[in-house]
């Protein structure tokens, strides 16, 4: 972190941090996905938790994934002060200061990991703690800055949350949980290279080696369409796992088709047209890519609904 966040003043008086700032520490948003998906690698596993252990881990893994942006809202602050998308943030406006963000996200990280172990079994614990370390670490203080693949390798840390689920329930890793992990893993590429595609300004402003930055935005266009294609398989190999079913599958051939079919169409575009239309087809990739996701998820639920009833599953 290349320099500190002085808190802002209001008059005479520091400013004081409400309550909401620091749930914006925790990226309320990137949590309900980490929740979502968590929840659902749990209840689509073969065991059952009892309730009370199902509510527990869920909220330690939320927890944990509060802890990530904690941690990377301290680390990050100098480059979110200067890109349009995060400078309202709570560091880089002033409202929180950095340490703080710091503090909680240590403390949050401990709580949820230890907590996790109690509640559930060691090797979720593990994965918790990993995935934090990952995405704090590995993603937030070494990649982000280094390499333009930053997105590519730093996605794992977003795919741990259903196979954390998983094994909350199992105690194992299975077939289905690297499946399902996989599936966000290759999801993530796209997804932040199509926002990459009208935020490059932000990030070249912040000197982040973004794709579009160290390549340019025809190279990104390409690599988008190359992992959408190699996002087919696997999204279609986990439909018919014991987690899939036929209405899985149906689903995950419409989605990716309509997935590839945006991809394409972003490959084709020319740079001048794009951007005389601001961006429109990129937009609209991009919030298809967030809806993508939980369609698929949701689906894997239905299944799992479905099965009692003899409807579901193979």
């Keep these: 972190m290349s320099e500190s966040i002085t808190v802002e003043r209001i008059g005479d008086a520091p400013y004081e941090a409400s309550f909401g700032d620091y749930v914006q520490l925790l990226k309320p948003r990137v ?8 929840l659902v690698g749990l209840l689509v596993a073969p065991v059952s938790l009892h309730p009370v252990e199902a509510v527990a881990a869920i909220l330690f893994i939320a927890l944990g994934a509060g802890a990530s942006g904690s941690l990377n809202m301290w680390w990050d602050a100098d480059i979110d002060a200067v890109m349009k ?14 340490g703080e963000a710091l503090g909680l996200g240590l403390a949050l990280s401990g ?4 907590m996790l ?5 060691l090797l979720a614990a593990g994965l918790l703690a990993f995935t934090i370390f990952f995405y704090a670490v590995v993603y937030s203080m ?4 280094l390499t333009p693949q930053n997105i590519v390798i730093g996605g794992a840390a977003g795919a741990f949350p259903p196979m954390i689920g998983w094994v909350c329930a199992t105690g194992s890793l299975s077939i289905e949980a690297v499946l399902m992990f996989a599936l966000i893993f290759m999801w993530t590429p796209p997804h932040f290279w199509a926002l990459a595609l009208f935020m490059k300004e932000d990030y070249h402003k912040a000197g982040v080696p973004m794709l579009t930055v160290t390549h340019g ?3 990104t266009r390409l690599h988008i369409l190359v992992y959408t294609l190699l996002l087919v398989p696997v999204a279609i190999g986990a439909a018919l796992t014991s987690i899939g079913g036929p209405f899985t599958l ?32 990129e937009k609209a990739v991009f919030r298809f890519s967030l809806l993508y996701l939980f369609l698929h998820f949701g689906a894997f639920l239905v299944e799992a609904a479905l099965k009692p009833y003899g409807l579901g599953g193979w």
């Design 31 to 38: 949590m309900s996905l980490v929740v979502f998906t968590a």
């Design 85 to 98: 998308r995060t400078a309202r943030r709570p560091v880089p406006a002033g409202k929180v200061d950095g």
């Design 111 to 114: 709580i949820s990991v230890v």
């Design 117 to 121: 172990g109690l509640a559930t079994n």
């Design 142 to 145: 070494w990649l982000k800055r």
């Design 217 to 219: 935005r025809k190279s």
């Design 250 to 281: 149906a689903v995950a051939v419409a989605l990716n088709a309509w997935f590839v079919i945006g991809a394409v169409r972003i490959w084709r575009r020319d740079e001048a047209v794009a951007e005389a239309d601001k961006y429109s087809v």
